[in-house]
Protein backbone atom coordinates (compact mmCIF):
# COMPACT_ATOMS: atom_id res chain seq x y z
CA UNK A 1 0.00 0.00 0.00
CA UNK A 2 1.06 3.53 -0.89
CA UNK A 3 1.77 6.45 1.26
CA UNK A 4 -0.93 8.29 -0.35
CA UNK A 5 -3.49 5.79 0.03
CA UNK A 6 -3.40 5.40 3.86
CA UNK A 7 -2.95 8.80 4.24
CA UNK A 8 -6.61 8.93 2.43
CA UNK A 9 -8.25 6.64 4.51
CA UNK A 10 -7.02 8.66 7.77
CA UNK A 11 -8.90 11.35 6.15
CA UNK A 12 -12.29 10.27 5.74
CA UNK A 13 -12.00 8.46 9.48
CA UNK A 14 -11.67 12.07 11.07
CA UNK A 15 -14.07 13.63 8.89
CA UNK A 16 -16.43 11.22 9.74
CA UNK A 17 -15.66 11.67 13.26
CA UNK A 18 -15.73 15.25 13.44
CA UNK A 19 -19.39 14.82 11.43
CA UNK A 20 -20.48 12.28 14.31
CA UNK A 21 -19.36 14.58 16.52
CA UNK A 22 -21.21 17.91 15.02
CA UNK A 23 -24.20 15.95 14.68
CA UNK A 24 -24.10 14.89 18.55
CA UNK A 25 -23.30 18.63 19.60
CA UNK A 26 -26.30 19.87 17.78
CA UNK A 27 -28.65 17.22 19.12
CA UNK A 28 -27.42 18.26 22.61
CA UNK A 29 -27.70 22.06 21.40
CA UNK A 30 -31.79 21.49 19.91
CA UNK A 31 -32.29 19.26 23.27
CA UNK A 32 -31.23 21.89 25.52
CA UNK A 33 -33.37 24.74 23.31
CA UNK A 34 -36.08 22.30 23.74
CA UNK A 35 -35.56 22.61 27.01
CA UNK A 36 -35.03 26.19 27.46
CA UNK A 37 -38.26 26.67 25.27
CA UNK A 38 -40.25 24.27 27.41
CA UNK A 39 -38.72 26.66 30.72
CA UNK A 40 -39.50 29.80 28.09
CA UNK A 41 -42.96 28.61 28.03
CA UNK A 42 -43.75 27.70 31.27
CA UNK A 43 -42.65 31.18 32.46
CA UNK A 44 -44.46 33.00 30.31
CA UNK A 45 -47.24 30.96 31.11
CA UNK A 46 -46.92 31.55 34.60
CA UNK A 47 -46.19 35.43 33.52
CA UNK A 48 -49.56 35.64 31.91
CA UNK A 49 -51.13 34.39 35.22
CA UNK A 50 -49.62 36.90 37.06
CA UNK A 51 -50.33 39.50 34.53
CA UNK A 52 -54.03 38.41 34.37
CA UNK A 53 -54.18 38.66 37.66
CA UNK A 54 -52.69 42.23 38.20
CA UNK A 55 -54.84 43.34 35.38
CA UNK A 56 -57.79 41.96 37.51
CA UNK A 57 -56.81 43.77 40.26
CA UNK A 58 -55.96 46.48 38.50
CA UNK A 59 -58.96 47.24 36.86
CA UNK A 60 -60.65 46.48 40.10
CA UNK A 61 -58.92 49.44 41.77
CA UNK A 62 -59.70 51.91 39.06
CA UNK A 63 -63.06 50.83 39.09
CA UNK A 64 -62.73 51.11 43.16
CA UNK A 65 -61.02 54.42 42.39
CA UNK A 66 -64.13 55.60 40.13
CA UNK A 67 -66.22 54.88 42.78
CA UNK A 68 -64.40 56.61 45.85
CA UNK A 69 -64.38 59.50 43.30
CA UNK A 70 -67.93 59.46 43.01
CA UNK A 71 -68.91 58.69 45.78
CA UNK A 72 -66.41 61.71 47.21
CA UNK A 73 -67.64 64.18 44.92
CA UNK A 74 -71.81 62.92 46.03
CA UNK A 75 -70.30 63.74 49.61
CA UNK A 76 -69.27 67.23 47.87
CA UNK A 77 -72.77 67.83 46.22
CA UNK A 78 -74.87 67.00 49.10
CA UNK A 79 -72.59 69.18 51.80
CA UNK A 80 -74.74 72.19 52.22
CA UNK A 81 -71.89 74.36 53.01
CA UNK A 82 -69.58 75.93 50.06
CA UNK A 83 -66.12 73.92 49.43
CA UNK A 84 -63.83 75.80 47.28
CA UNK A 85 -60.24 75.02 46.64
CA UNK A 86 -57.55 77.83 45.28
CA UNK A 87 -54.13 77.42 43.93
CA UNK A 88 -50.98 79.65 44.86
CA UNK A 89 -52.04 82.37 41.96
CA UNK A 90 -56.00 82.67 43.81
CA UNK A 91 -57.76 80.83 40.96
CA UNK A 92 -60.24 78.26 41.74
CA UNK A 93 -59.52 74.62 40.71
CA UNK A 94 -62.66 73.41 42.56
CA UNK A 95 -66.64 74.42 43.60
CA UNK A 96 -69.14 72.02 45.02
CA UNK A 97 -72.32 71.85 44.99
CA UNK A 98 -73.03 73.62 47.94
CA UNK A 99 -71.16 76.29 46.69
CA UNK A 100 -73.22 76.85 43.42
CA UNK A 101 -76.44 76.75 45.84
CA UNK A 102 -75.22 79.32 48.15
CA UNK A 103 -73.67 81.70 45.39
CA UNK A 104 -75.73 80.96 42.11
CA UNK A 105 -72.55 79.97 40.27
CA UNK A 106 -72.25 77.19 38.31
CA UNK A 107 -68.81 75.15 38.98
CA UNK A 108 -67.93 75.91 34.87
CA UNK A 109 -68.67 79.31 35.61
CA UNK A 110 -66.20 79.65 38.49
CA UNK A 111 -63.82 76.80 38.04
CA UNK A 112 -60.37 79.13 36.68
CA UNK A 113 -61.89 82.29 37.74
CA UNK A 114 -60.58 84.50 40.78
CA UNK A 115 -61.73 84.20 44.46
CA UNK A 116 -61.86 87.46 44.93
CA UNK A 117 -64.26 88.27 42.31
CA UNK A 118 -66.83 85.40 42.74
CA UNK A 119 -66.03 85.30 46.87
CA UNK A 120 -65.71 89.72 47.72
CA UNK A 121 -63.18 91.10 49.47
CA UNK A 122 -63.51 89.83 52.36
CA UNK A 123 -62.35 86.38 51.18
CA UNK A 124 -59.20 88.16 49.37
CA UNK A 125 -58.22 89.22 52.76
CA UNK A 126 -58.49 86.14 54.50
CA UNK A 127 -56.44 84.65 51.75
CA UNK A 128 -53.63 87.23 51.96
CA UNK A 129 -53.65 86.91 56.13
CA UNK A 130 -53.27 83.01 55.24
CA UNK A 131 -50.47 83.26 52.88
CA UNK A 132 -48.47 86.18 55.11
CA UNK A 133 -49.04 83.79 58.00
CA UNK A 134 -49.50 80.06 56.84
CA UNK A 135 -52.56 79.75 59.77
CA UNK A 136 -56.28 78.78 59.09
CA UNK A 137 -58.42 81.88 59.73
CA UNK A 138 -62.03 82.61 59.72
CA UNK A 139 -63.63 85.82 58.76
CA UNK A 140 -67.42 87.21 58.56
CA UNK A 141 -68.29 88.78 55.64
CA UNK A 142 -70.81 89.36 52.28
CA UNK A 143 -70.78 87.32 49.23
CA UNK A 144 -72.74 89.03 46.67
CA UNK A 145 -74.78 86.45 44.29
CA UNK A 146 -75.47 85.86 41.26
CA UNK A 147 -78.40 87.15 41.35
CA UNK A 148 -77.53 90.24 43.15
CA UNK A 149 -78.47 89.16 46.29
CA UNK A 150 -76.14 89.85 49.48
CA UNK A 151 -75.03 86.60 51.14
CA UNK A 152 -74.33 86.98 54.87
CA UNK A 153 -71.39 84.25 55.12
CA UNK A 154 -68.73 83.03 57.65
CA UNK A 155 -65.26 82.10 55.96
CA UNK A 156 -62.74 79.43 56.82
CA UNK A 157 -59.71 79.09 55.22
CA UNK A 158 -57.05 76.50 55.56
CA UNK A 159 -53.62 75.84 53.53
CA UNK A 160 -53.39 72.20 52.07
CA UNK A 161 -49.61 70.86 52.55
CA UNK A 162 -47.50 68.51 50.64
CA UNK A 163 -45.66 65.99 52.33
CA UNK A 164 -42.64 68.36 52.97
CA UNK A 165 -45.14 71.09 54.46
CA UNK A 166 -44.87 72.93 51.82
CA UNK A 167 -48.30 74.73 50.99
CA UNK A 168 -49.90 74.01 47.70
CA UNK A 169 -53.33 75.45 47.96
CA UNK A 170 -56.02 76.94 49.87
CA UNK A 171 -59.03 75.12 51.45
CA UNK A 172 -61.72 77.70 51.92
CA UNK A 173 -65.25 76.84 53.19
CA UNK A 174 -67.99 78.87 53.80
CA UNK A 175 -71.57 78.81 55.18
CA UNK A 176 -74.86 80.98 54.83
CA UNK A 177 -75.23 82.92 58.38
CA UNK A 178 -77.62 85.37 57.13
CA UNK A 179 -80.48 83.81 59.24
CA UNK A 180 -78.17 83.13 62.32
CA UNK A 181 -77.41 87.12 62.47
CA UNK A 182 -81.06 88.09 61.55
CA UNK A 183 -81.93 86.24 65.17
CA UNK A 184 -79.19 87.81 66.41
CA UNK A 185 -80.17 91.02 65.38
CA UNK A 186 -83.62 90.25 66.29
CA UNK A 187 -83.03 89.22 69.79
CA UNK A 188 -80.64 92.24 70.58
CA UNK A 189 -83.57 94.31 69.47
CA UNK A 190 -86.06 92.61 70.98
CA UNK A 191 -84.23 93.04 74.44
CA UNK A 192 -83.27 96.90 73.97
CA UNK A 193 -87.54 97.33 73.00
CA UNK A 194 -88.81 95.38 75.88
CA UNK A 195 -87.97 98.55 78.43
CA UNK A 196 -88.86 101.22 75.33
CA UNK A 197 -92.50 99.85 74.87
CA UNK A 198 -93.24 100.02 78.81
CA UNK A 199 -91.81 103.22 79.23
CA UNK A 200 -93.63 104.54 76.08
CA UNK A 201 -96.97 102.63 77.49
CA UNK A 202 -96.56 104.63 80.94
CA UNK A 203 -95.30 107.89 79.21
CA UNK A 204 -98.17 108.22 76.82
CA UNK A 205 -100.94 107.52 79.13
CA UNK A 206 -99.44 110.02 81.16
CA UNK A 207 -99.32 112.48 78.80
CA UNK A 208 -102.47 112.33 77.26
CA UNK A 209 -104.65 112.94 80.36
CA UNK A 210 -103.28 116.12 80.59
CA UNK A 211 -103.03 117.01 76.65
CA UNK A 212 -106.85 116.54 76.25
CA UNK A 213 -107.21 119.44 79.09
CA UNK A 214 -104.36 121.48 77.13
CA UNK A 215 -106.60 120.88 74.22
CA UNK A 216 -110.10 121.61 75.46
CA UNK A 217 -108.74 124.89 77.05
CA UNK A 218 -106.90 126.22 73.48
CA UNK A 219 -109.80 125.39 71.92
CA UNK A 220 -111.68 127.75 74.33
CA UNK A 221 -109.37 130.16 74.32
CA UNK A 222 -109.07 130.00 70.40
CA UNK A 223 -113.36 130.23 70.14
CA UNK A 224 -113.42 133.41 72.75
CA UNK A 225 -110.33 135.16 71.27
CA UNK A 226 -111.54 135.12 67.40
CA UNK A 227 -111.58 139.30 67.13
CA UNK A 228 -108.41 139.28 68.18
CA UNK A 229 -105.85 138.32 65.71
CA UNK A 230 -102.47 137.32 67.33
CA UNK A 231 -103.84 135.79 70.13
CA UNK A 232 -106.08 133.50 68.22
CA UNK A 233 -103.46 132.45 66.27
CA UNK A 234 -101.42 131.84 69.46
CA UNK A 235 -104.06 129.56 69.97
CA UNK A 236 -104.62 127.77 66.90
CA UNK A 237 -100.40 127.19 67.35
CA UNK A 238 -101.19 125.66 70.70
CA UNK A 239 -103.97 123.39 68.65
CA UNK A 240 -101.53 122.48 66.44
CA UNK A 241 -98.55 121.09 68.73
CA UNK A 242 -101.25 119.40 70.93
CA UNK A 243 -102.18 117.26 67.30
CA UNK A 244 -98.96 116.77 66.76
CA UNK A 245 -98.06 115.38 70.35
CA UNK A 246 -101.19 113.38 69.88
CA UNK A 247 -100.16 112.24 67.00
CA UNK A 248 -96.92 111.10 68.48
CA UNK A 249 -98.42 109.51 71.34
CA UNK A 250 -100.90 106.96 68.73
CA UNK A 251 -97.58 105.96 67.22
CA UNK A 252 -96.38 105.28 70.29
CA UNK A 253 -99.13 102.81 71.23
CA UNK A 254 -99.25 101.67 68.11
CA UNK A 255 -96.08 100.71 68.17
CA UNK A 256 -96.65 98.93 71.84
CA UNK A 257 -99.81 97.19 70.56
CA UNK A 258 -99.73 93.47 69.33
CA UNK A 259 -99.45 93.25 66.08
CA UNK A 260 -102.25 90.46 65.06
CA UNK A 261 -102.39 90.44 61.28
CA UNK A 262 -105.47 88.93 59.67
CA UNK A 263 -104.07 86.36 56.97
CA UNK A 264 -105.78 86.52 53.48
CA UNK A 265 -104.48 85.75 50.00
CA UNK A 266 -103.90 89.11 48.08
CA UNK A 267 -102.86 90.85 45.45
CA UNK A 268 -99.07 92.38 46.16
CA UNK A 269 -99.15 94.93 43.25
CA UNK A 270 -102.51 95.72 44.15
CA UNK A 271 -101.69 96.71 47.69
CA UNK A 272 -98.56 98.23 45.87
CA UNK A 273 -101.20 100.59 43.86
CA UNK A 274 -103.16 101.21 47.05
CA UNK A 275 -100.05 102.61 48.88
CA UNK A 276 -99.15 104.66 45.90
CA UNK A 277 -102.56 105.97 45.33
CA UNK A 278 -102.15 107.29 48.88
CA UNK A 279 -98.83 108.81 48.85
CA UNK A 280 -99.92 110.29 45.37
CA UNK A 281 -100.27 113.92 46.10
CA UNK A 282 -96.55 114.02 48.23
CA UNK A 283 -95.05 112.35 44.72
CA UNK A 284 -96.51 115.23 42.40
CA UNK A 285 -95.59 117.68 45.16
CA UNK A 286 -92.01 116.97 45.70
CA UNK A 287 -91.98 116.51 41.49
CA UNK A 288 -90.79 112.55 42.22
CA UNK A 289 -90.47 110.57 38.93
CA UNK A 290 -92.03 107.05 39.65
CA UNK A 291 -90.59 103.83 38.22
CA UNK A 292 -92.38 100.65 38.45
CA UNK A 293 -90.67 97.19 37.59
CA UNK A 294 -92.80 94.67 38.05
CA UNK A 295 -92.79 91.22 37.51
CA UNK A 296 -94.92 89.95 34.90
CA UNK A 297 -98.05 88.25 36.28
CA UNK A 298 -99.70 88.76 39.66
CA UNK A 299 -97.64 87.75 42.53
CA UNK A 300 -100.20 86.62 45.58
CA UNK A 301 -99.04 86.10 49.02
CA UNK A 302 -101.28 85.66 52.25
CA UNK A 303 -100.82 89.19 54.35
CA UNK A 304 -103.13 91.30 56.05
CA UNK A 305 -103.84 94.06 53.21
CA UNK A 306 -104.27 96.85 55.80
CA UNK A 307 -100.91 96.48 58.06
CA UNK A 308 -98.87 95.76 54.77
CA UNK A 309 -100.12 98.97 52.98
CA UNK A 310 -99.08 100.78 56.11
CA UNK A 311 -95.71 99.09 55.52
CA UNK A 312 -95.51 100.26 51.82
CA UNK A 313 -96.84 103.52 52.67
CA UNK A 314 -94.28 104.22 55.28
CA UNK A 315 -91.29 103.00 52.90
CA UNK A 316 -92.77 105.29 50.33
CA UNK A 317 -93.35 108.39 52.43
CA UNK A 318 -89.89 107.94 53.82
CA UNK A 319 -88.43 107.90 50.32
CA UNK A 320 -90.41 110.68 49.63
CA UNK A 321 -88.84 113.09 52.72
CA UNK A 322 -85.83 112.07 52.05
CA UNK A 323 -86.01 114.01 48.58
CA UNK A 324 -86.99 117.29 49.56
CA UNK A 325 -85.68 118.58 45.70
CA UNK A 326 -87.37 116.00 43.76
CA UNK A 327 -85.73 112.87 42.60
CA UNK A 328 -86.70 108.95 41.57
CA UNK A 329 -88.70 106.43 43.58
CA UNK A 330 -88.14 103.05 42.26
CA UNK A 331 -90.45 100.20 43.22
CA UNK A 332 -89.66 96.39 41.62
CA UNK A 333 -90.88 93.06 42.51
CA UNK A 334 -89.99 89.70 42.36
CA UNK A 335 -91.58 86.18 42.63
CA UNK A 336 -89.62 82.83 43.17
CA UNK A 337 -90.55 81.73 40.28
CA UNK A 338 -88.86 84.03 37.95
CA UNK A 339 -85.86 86.47 37.46
CA UNK A 340 -85.01 89.75 37.81
CA UNK A 341 -87.77 91.99 36.33
CA UNK A 342 -86.48 94.07 33.05
CA UNK A 343 -88.75 97.18 32.04
CA UNK A 344 -90.20 97.10 28.67
CA UNK A 345 -89.85 100.51 28.18
CA UNK A 346 -89.19 104.37 29.92
CA UNK A 347 -90.76 105.26 33.14
CA UNK A 348 -93.48 106.63 34.05
CA UNK A 349 -94.58 109.57 35.85
CA UNK A 350 -96.15 109.97 39.27
CA UNK A 351 -99.95 109.68 37.42
CA UNK A 352 -98.93 107.24 34.94
CA UNK A 353 -99.56 103.53 34.82
CA UNK A 354 -97.91 100.64 36.03
CA UNK A 355 -95.28 99.50 33.43
CA UNK A 356 -95.29 95.53 32.82
CA UNK A 357 -92.04 93.83 33.12
CA UNK A 358 -90.98 90.41 31.62
CA UNK A 359 -88.49 87.87 33.80
CA UNK A 360 -84.79 86.99 32.41
CA UNK A 361 -84.45 83.95 31.55
CA UNK A 362 -82.26 82.34 33.26
CA UNK A 363 -80.89 83.53 36.84
CA UNK A 364 -81.37 82.61 40.65
CA UNK A 365 -84.53 84.01 42.07
CA UNK A 366 -83.41 84.41 45.85
CA UNK A 367 -85.10 81.62 47.19
CA UNK A 368 -88.62 80.82 48.21
CA UNK A 369 -89.42 84.31 48.34
CA UNK A 370 -91.34 86.98 47.10
CA UNK A 371 -89.26 90.29 47.00
CA UNK A 372 -90.10 94.20 46.76
CA UNK A 373 -87.38 97.07 46.60
CA UNK A 374 -88.37 100.25 47.63
CA UNK A 375 -85.61 102.41 45.97
CA UNK A 376 -85.12 106.09 46.13
CA UNK A 377 -82.48 108.58 44.87
CA UNK A 378 -82.54 110.94 48.00
CA UNK A 379 -79.59 111.74 50.75
CA UNK A 380 -79.24 108.42 52.01
CA UNK A 381 -78.32 106.81 55.18
CA UNK A 382 -74.52 107.15 57.07
CA UNK A 383 -72.74 103.44 57.84
CA UNK A 384 -73.10 105.20 61.75
CA UNK A 385 -76.61 105.14 61.13
CA UNK A 386 -77.74 101.84 59.64
CA UNK A 387 -77.37 99.52 62.50
CA UNK A 388 -79.79 101.56 64.60
CA UNK A 389 -82.50 102.64 61.89
CA UNK A 390 -85.38 100.02 63.06
CA UNK A 391 -84.67 100.86 66.34
CA UNK A 392 -87.40 102.85 68.24
CA UNK A 393 -87.24 106.19 68.55
CA UNK A 394 -84.28 106.66 66.01
CA UNK A 395 -84.83 109.37 63.56
CA UNK A 396 -82.66 111.61 61.74
CA UNK A 397 -85.58 114.04 60.26
CA UNK A 398 -85.49 117.27 62.57
CA UNK A 399 -89.51 116.54 62.98
CA UNK A 400 -89.37 112.45 63.53
CA UNK A 401 -90.83 110.72 66.01
CA UNK A 402 -88.38 107.73 64.88
CA UNK A 403 -91.43 104.81 64.74
CA UNK A 404 -92.29 104.24 61.49
CA UNK A 405 -89.42 101.72 60.33
CA UNK A 406 -89.90 100.08 63.92
CA UNK A 407 -93.70 99.44 62.94
CA UNK A 408 -92.56 98.59 59.56
CA UNK A 409 -90.19 96.09 60.74
CA UNK A 410 -92.29 94.58 63.66
CA UNK A 411 -95.78 94.07 60.97
CA UNK A 412 -93.06 92.35 58.66
CA UNK A 413 -91.54 89.87 61.47
CA UNK A 414 -95.59 89.22 62.30
CA UNK A 415 -95.80 88.16 58.76
CA UNK A 416 -92.31 86.20 59.09
CA UNK A 417 -91.01 88.57 57.00
CA UNK A 418 -87.94 90.41 56.70
CA UNK A 419 -86.77 93.94 55.83
CA UNK A 420 -83.34 95.23 54.96
CA UNK A 421 -81.42 98.03 53.39
CA UNK A 422 -78.60 99.30 51.90
CA UNK A 423 -77.93 103.15 51.24
CA UNK A 424 -74.84 105.26 50.24
CA UNK A 425 -74.56 108.67 51.36
CA UNK A 426 -75.91 111.15 48.25
CA UNK A 427 -76.53 108.58 46.36
CA UNK A 428 -80.21 106.98 47.82
CA UNK A 429 -81.44 103.89 49.90
CA UNK A 430 -83.11 100.83 48.79
CA UNK A 431 -85.36 98.54 51.39
CA UNK A 432 -85.79 95.62 50.23
CA UNK A 433 -88.78 93.31 51.96
CA UNK A 434 -88.88 89.37 51.56
CA UNK A 435 -91.94 88.01 51.83
CA UNK A 436 -92.86 84.15 52.48
CA UNK A 437 -95.18 82.59 49.65
CA UNK A 438 -98.10 81.35 50.24
CA UNK A 439 -97.95 78.35 51.15
CA UNK A 440 -95.18 79.53 53.99
CA UNK A 441 -97.22 82.06 55.19
CA UNK A 442 -99.36 79.47 56.11
CA UNK A 443 -97.00 77.08 57.99
CA UNK A 444 -95.81 80.43 59.85
CA UNK A 445 -99.18 81.20 61.36
CA UNK A 446 -100.06 77.66 62.03
CA UNK A 447 -96.96 77.48 64.01
CA UNK A 448 -98.16 80.38 65.93
CA UNK A 449 -95.23 82.19 65.42
Known sequence: MTHSSISSDLSSDTISVQIREAFQGFTGVAERLEQTYATLREQVAVLNLELNDTNLRLTKSLHENARI??????????????????????????????????????????LGGQADRLLGEDVAVLLHELTGEGRDGRREGRIVRKDGHILEAETTASPIRDEEGKVLDTLLVFDDISQRKWMEER???????????????????????????IELLATLLAEETQADVQTSH?????????????????NLLTFTRPVKPCLRPLDLHGVIEEALSTALYALKERQIDLIRLYHLGPIEVDGDRELL????????????????????????TRSPEGGSPVPIGGHTAADGQPIRCRPEPSGMNGGEFVEVKVSDSGYGVSEADLEKIFLPFFTTKPKGAGLGLAIVERIL?????????????????TFTILLKTRYQARAFAQRGI
Open 69 to 110: RHYLSNILTSIEKGIVVVDAAGQITLWSGGAERLTGFTAAEA
Open 187 to 213: RRRSTAQAGLEEMAVMVAHGIRNPLTS
Open 234 to 250: LAQGIQAGVASVNTILT
Open 309 to 332: KQVLLNLILNAVQAMPSGGTLKIS
Open 413 to 429: ERHGARVSLESRVGKGT
